[in-house]
């Protein structure tokens, strides 16, 4: 990847759609009060609250698990997750330069949170399930001073850390029936914990806020009530609110200046209320959990992150949700435009379809099937509907507009609908499903009419690409075939067969001949008359090509994989032009709008990324 990265120039990203609502207080405000912190699969973004303009600190090989940020906004660290039996490194990044101040590894699986002491001096490392053992590292040497188990035997996991506001040698963890406050001995290099003692109270501390003054600790629990205990005797000084407990727990907690606690609960709840005696003074209900709450400046104004990833932005003074980023927050499966227009684009990922403005990397529409998953969608050629395809089973037309409900073809494929497309007179669809099978309808004013089953593949349709006459189509299948198609007479064509499972196929728009790419790393030129490779070029050095897509004009094409680098090609060449490096997660899916101006591409970790397309169109 580097060698390949090096040489080429490099794409210019123009914008991104997506952010990790899983990762607990994954969303921080940088003490310079202008950008926004927060992770997207394996990388942490770094964007200007201004502009929305966005940088990449990018090294981690999976995907992060928190985020901290240190006071004097120097240092920025993040852990991440691995695989069983291997070790999860967490990086702390030079803020100002946004490059790799260190690299620690010492935790396994997972590490689980993250604190920095108030002075820089060190940093406090909790590891997951798999480790349970709380690291303190001195930023200076990048070395580890001591280490101990998290919690004590009898007593459950440990789920997170926070460091005194003002002392460097002092730090609380938190868990199931543990909470503990740790002295730093550093002559000695140990650190000595002493339990907190809340009497018959027995709870599971999800998060922890420490006040200003280090005189009292809040703790948010599963149980949705919030303990405060004085950080110097241990004691439990108070448990509330006694009658509404917070719904579903208390994910998230941060202290004002004001001496009001922000609180996000796991239904949604945010409220604002008394750090005295928890008395709700505003509250506002969201879509999903909260999981993040970053306070900008002296608390004037504050953002707040869901499950579902979306973020919103209050003030102090209204307490009202404005949503500034919505994103998915499972893999994008697909991205549709719709023909002959550059300004609109559609993503499907599990039970929803969105509508993005180009331009403006803004939501215009949401459609939602509960409890499905959209595999595959298409604009038809008119722009005036979104063919979609669903595993169960069925072919969902919608309107772009409104998100109605057009036309739903019922039990299309037997084993889930998997890649379909539209005729370019709009009246007919082509899909592929599960089962091998590929099948032609017709739209009929008041219907469908199921034309023609064609049965030869093997194995799931993974491709449908229909030619610009309508007469024929190719699909590329996982039995390693693509079969060329008559679609007016309904017979096979031709055949062209590799050892490899097929992702995608797409026609030149000469239409002489087609390309085709798949889990062998190479692109496939293909003669569309005698069904002959032409040429094969590696299009990568690791992990399957998934997504393909070819400009208007024929003189370039992109590829997306597995290696997560986006590549765009010269057709006639066969060499990378230039490489787009910034996904964090496998790219499923790519498209060059027709204008060609802007790519856009997707991958498995919800993000949507818009890139500057560096060849336009000679017109």
């Not at 879509?287 to 979306?310: D, P």
């Not at 910034?582 to 498209?591: E, F, M, P, V």
Request: proline fraction near 3%; glycine fraction near 8%.
């Amino acid at each position: 990847m580097a060698v390949e990265s090096q040489a080429v120039p490099q794409l210019e990203l123009e914008a991104v759609i997506g952010f990790n609502g899983h990762v607990f207080s994954g969303l921080r405000v940088h003490p310079d009060r202008e950008h926004l912190i927060y992770p997207l699969g394996s990388t942490v973004i770094v964007k200007r609250i201004k502009d929305g303009k966005p940088a990449f600190l990018d090294g981690h090989t999976n995907n992060v698990s928190c985020i901290s940020v240190s006071k004097s906004g120097q240092y920025v660290a993040s852990g991440q997750v691995n695989f069983m039996g291997f070790k999860a490194p967490i990086i702390i990044w030079d803020y100002a330069q946004q490059t790799i101040y260190t690299q620690l590894l010492l935790h396994k699986a997972k590490v689980e949170a993250l604190a920095f002491s108030p002075n820089d001096k060190y940093l406090v490392s909790l590891g997951g399930q798999d480790d349970d053992s709380i690291v303190v590292w001195n930023i200076e040497t990048k070395e580890a001073i001591c280490g101990s188990a998290a919690s004590a035997q009898s007593s459950g996991l440990c789920l997170t850390v926070q460091y005194s506001n003002m002392n460097d040698n002092i730090f609380v963890s938190a868990g199931s029936g543990t909470l503990r406050v740790w002295e730093l001995d550093l002559h000695n290099r140990k650190i000595r914990p002493t339990e907190c003692k809340t009497g018959k109270l027995k709870r599971t501390v999800k998060c922890v806020e420490i006040a200003e003054d280090d005189q009292f600790i809040f703790c948010g629990t599963t149980s949705g009530d919030i303990m405060k205990i004085n950080l110097k005797t241990g004691l439990l000084r108070d448990c509330g609110p006694v009658k509404a407990k917070y719904s579903l727990g208390v994910s998230v907690l941060r202290l004002l200046k004001s001496g009001h606690l922000l609180v996000g609960s796991g239904s949604g709840t945010f409220t604002l209320c008394s750090s005295t005696n928890f008395k709700t003074v505003k509250e506002v209900q969201l879509e999903k959990g909260v999981t993040s709450i970053a306070v900008r400046g002296e608390g004037q104004q504050f953002f707040v992150g869901t499950e579902a990833a979306q973020m919103y932005r209050f003030s102090y003074e209204n307490f009202k949700a404005e949503l500034i980023s919505t994103s998915h927050n499972n893999p994008v499966k697909d991205v549709a435009i719709p023909f002959g227009t550059s300004e609109l684009f559609a993503t499907c990922s599990e039970e929803d379809i969105r509508l993005w403005h180009i331009d403006k990397p803004k939501e215009l529409l949401r459609i939602t099937v509960p409890n499905m998953t959209c595999n595959a969608l298409d604009f038809m050629f008119d722009g005036h509907s979104i063919i979609s395809a669903w595993n169960d089973g069925k072919i969902r037309v919608f309107a772009p507009e409104s998100g109605r409900l057009m036309l739903v073809i019922h039990n299309a494929h037997r084993l889930g609908v998997t890649a379909i497309a539209g005729t370019r007179d709009c009246k007919r669809i082509v899909s592929g499903g599960g089962e091998g099978q590929v099948r032609i309808w017709e739209l009929q004013p008041h219907g469908h009419r199921l034309l023609e089953t064609m049965k030869e593949h093997k194995a799931t349709v993974t491709c449908v690409k229909i030619k610009s006459d309508d007469t024929q189509c190719i699909t590329a299948s996982s039995d390693g075939a693509c079969i060329i198609w008559d679609i007016v007479r309904f017979a096979s064509l031709q055949r062209m067969i590799a050892n490899t499972v097929f992702r995608t196929v797409c026609y030149h728009p000469e239409e002489y001949q087609v390309i085709t790419s798949g889990t062998d790393r190479k692109v496939a030129y293909w003669d569309m008359y005698d069904g002959s490779t032409i040429r094969e070029l590696d299009g990568s050095q690791s992990g399957a090509i998934n997504g393909m897509h070819i400009s208007q004009d024929g003189h370039h094409f992109v590829t997306g994989g597995d290696d997560k680098l986006v590549k765009v090609w010269d057709y006639m060449e066969g060499v990378v032009t230039h490489v787009g490096i910034a996904h964090g997660a496998s790219i499923s899916s790519i498209k060059v709008c027709s204008n060609n101006r802007t790519l856009v591409s997707t991958s498995a970790d919800g993000a949507i990324l818009r890139w500057k397309f560096p060849h336009p169109s000679a017109s």
